[in-house]
């Protein structure tokens, strides 16, 4: 009897320790889920405070704009990606930093330069945590973006490449047009329309024309023939590695649909059928065309390079760039090569076709700092303002990069 007491005794001991074995386990799941969780709601604050604080950049030293600009990149990212929210207090996670002042990590601004630190803050929520009284993680990133450049100089926010003395190098057709920068033009200039602003000087060789009543351009000058102010090209964006690689063409048919965030490779054309279409943190190079229909894309922080042509139809749409100022390059060759059709569109970047023609179709445009370069560019529509990439939007050359 006393042998058989003893192996109970084992047995139960067993089944204890089973238990006890059994419990590790299912925490080291949940641990493992649980940051998991975490790393990932991690690099989302990571990419929404560099999104906002390359953003904001651009429009030092008006710091007012700044706040104003960045806490709107907050706002979409958050509306985008609901489950992990994140925070920017203006008064408390804003630092700026002028020239003459030392950025920690980086050292002294020269005094063209100007710099913003961005905090931002989001709570993640535990799943499997909770049950061992864990429930929830305060997270914080920042991110130090870099403007520089006065924007005193530079070839303008519209340039037009095409030097055939017989073709129209840019047209503009429309009234209460604003171009706060100037213009170029390797051949001809039209401008069709009353109450024009064009706050810099106006470019052209062989013929300037305006037909319309109260405009008021700046200097009108007969130039030469010069080189595009950008120099993008395929082999530029062409690289890997690829955080996603599409082989045929990709077609999306839904509206309020969305893409990963990362690098896109797609052999073949891309094309969105349907509003409301959302896409951040994103560079899409493909080998076709690109097509966007339906309005209210939002493309925040994405850079669209095409061997094909670019074309964007809806109205209400709001694009920002994503890589080295450039929001859309189309190496493709005649008319409509890029080609943006409705109303309200608010494009931040440098639109380039380099090999083709470019139309804006439609009232109250708007382009922050960036520019229209193009062989050709013909613009429709009243009420649209285009600002330079340079300090004011005079039309210099301005960059912005992360330093920290």
Known sequence: ???????????????????????????????VIDVGRLILAAQHIQNVVDASALAGAYELPDMDVCEARLQS???????????WPVSVDIAQDLTYYAPGQTVPGYGPLEDDEYAVTVVGHSEVQYTFARLFGIN???????ATALCT???????????????????????????????????????????????????????????????GSNNDYGDIVESTVKPYPVDYTWGQFDVGPWD???????????????????????????RVNGS??????????????????GSGVDLNGVTLVAQGSI????????????????????????NRALKVNGSNSDTWGIL?????????????????????????????????????????????????????
């Open 1 to 31: 009897m006393t042998g058989l007491w003893r192996e109970a005794d084992r047995e139960g001991v067993v089944g204890v320790w089973m238990v006890v074995a059994l419990l590790a386990l299912m925490g080291m799941a949940a641990l």
């Open 73 to 83: 990149i907050v706002s979409t990212s958050n509306t985008g990606t609901p489950a």
């Open 136 to 142: 929830e993680a305060h997270v914080t990133r920042q």
């Open 149 to 211: 450049g006065s924007g005193s100089d530079g070839d303008g926010i519209l340039f037009a490449g095409e030097t055939n003395p017989g073709a129209d190098g840019i047209g503009a057709n429309g009234s209460n047009l604003t171009v706060k920068g100037t213009m170029h033009s390797n051949t001809k200039v039209r401008l069709n329309g009353s109450n024009q602003t064009v706050t810099g000087a106006i470019e052209y060789l062989h013929d300037f024309r305006s037909n």
């Open 244 to 270: 996603h690689v599409h082989s045929g063409n990709l077609r999306i048919n839904a509206s309020g649909a969305s893409m990963a965030s990362g690098r896109w490779r797609i052999d073949g054309d891309f």
């Open 276 to 293: 409301d279409f959302y896409l951040e943190d994103a560079l899409v190079v493909v080998t076709g065309d690109i097509d966007f229909n």
């Open 311 to 334: 074309r964007f139809n809806g109205s209400t749409e709001r694009f920002v760039h994503f890589q080295d100022d450039l929001f859309a390059f189309s190496l493709a060759s005649g």
């Open 352 to 404: 380039f076709a380099p090999n083709g023609d470019m139309e804006y179709n439609g009232s109250n445009q708007e382009i922050h700092h960036g520019a229209l370069v193009a062989l050709t560019i013909d613009i429709n529509g009243s009420g649209s303002t285009f600002q330079g990439i340079g300090d004011g939007g005079e039309g210099g050359e301005r960059s912005v990069r992360l330093i920290r």
